[in-house]
């Protein structure tokens, strides 16, 4: 049966409402951006830096060619796209798949004097490998870095974790970690990641947050004071990744719906604060307000943790 004239007018300004509300509160900014630098293994980040080999044959200068040792690495192939090259494994060579971490070449930076709130954001699609039954381990990070030690990453391993980690503290050994959980990991789907910044005008946060296939997943992570600056980048082993930066999103729009994102706002934060206090009324407003900052605004995070210690005294 054909929609009424009155229902699809009705259905049009409600759009029209949200699109209008939208512009009044969360306003996207597209930077130009591409995939630009292959990270070099590093002393301080040796988890999560490594070359293909000694030689650094594929490296930010040349982006894209085979591994003279035969081991697995991923190449720019251009802007958006980035190809993970299988390991060579036969009689002559046994390569080993190695881990390759790629940054983005321009920043999300705090814009001075907002009015509104201010999202960052982009978004990467997951292309498995053609023998994937093959492939034992399977990884893709997609993250927001400012330095080492300022960071938040979505974190998915095949049988092995699907986990939001970060460090908001710009210091060492200050890791929080997210589990997130009933998230099924399959070819194609996409990871998005945003950045938003509050007005200038209020006390909000600014804070990262995650998606799987338009929906948001997880907690939104809350910034500290050095929340300039972040940088997009990647981490992937045995798979490829097609990138939206949001260059053109008429011709291709992401499929997160900015128009049904959740701004966080402060109330938010204080009504889990108040709740943490109610819970474990032997820690002070203020050292809970702290501890909470530290583990990003993650409540549960923070009560899992005051459990434990409660238990483990009691």
Request: hydrophobic content about 30%; some cysteine.
């Amino acid at each position: 049966m054909e929609e009424s004239t009155d229902k699809k007018f009705g259905k049009l300004t409600k759009e029209l409402e949200q699109i209008n509300n939208l512009d009044k509160q969360l306003c996207f900014v597209q930077v130009a951006n591409k995939w630009k630098e292959i990270k070099e293994k590093s002393s301080e980040a040796l988890w999560f830096t490594e070359d293909c080999c000694e030689a650094k044959c594929i490296n930010t200068e040349k982006p894209v060619g085979n591994c003279v040792k035969g081991n697995g690495f991923a190449n720019i192939i251009d802007d958006e796209n980035i190809e993970y090259i299988d390991a060579k494994r036969d009689d002559n060579c046994y390569g080993f798949d190695n881990s390759t971490t790629i940054y983005a070449e321009n920043s999300f930076n705090k814009p001075k004097d907002s009015s509104t709130y201010t999202l960052f954001y982009f978004e990467v699609k997951y292309i498995s490998k053609i023998q994937e039954e093959k492939i034992n381990y399977r990884k893709i990070n997609v993250a927001l870095e400012n330095s080492s030690n300022n960071y938040a990453r979505l974190d998915f391993e095949t049988d092995i974790s699907k986990d939001i980690w970060f460090n908001v503290q710009n210091q060492k050994n200050q890791e929080g970690c997210l589990r997130l959980k009933n998230i099924l990991w399959n070819n194609n789907d996409i990871f998005g990641c945003g950045l938003v910044y509050p007005p200038s005008n209020t006390n909000d946060f600014s804070y990262i947050f995650f998606t799987h296939n338009g929906k948001q997943i997880g907690n939104p992570i809350l910034l500290n004071d050095n929340c300039d600056g972040y940088k997009p980048y990647i981490r992937i082993q045995c798979c490829s990744v097609e990138t939206n930066f949001g260059k053109d999103l008429k011709a291709k729009p992401f499929v997160y719906d900015f128009s049904k994102h959740k701004i966080h706002k402060y109330s938010d934060f204080e009504k889990d604060l108040n709740q943490l206090v109610e819970m474990f009324p032997f820690i002070t407003k203020e050292g809970m307000k702290h501890l909470l900052l530290t583990k990003g605004g993650v409540k549960t995070i923070v009560s899992n943790k005051l459990r434990l210690i409660t238990t483990y005294f009691s």
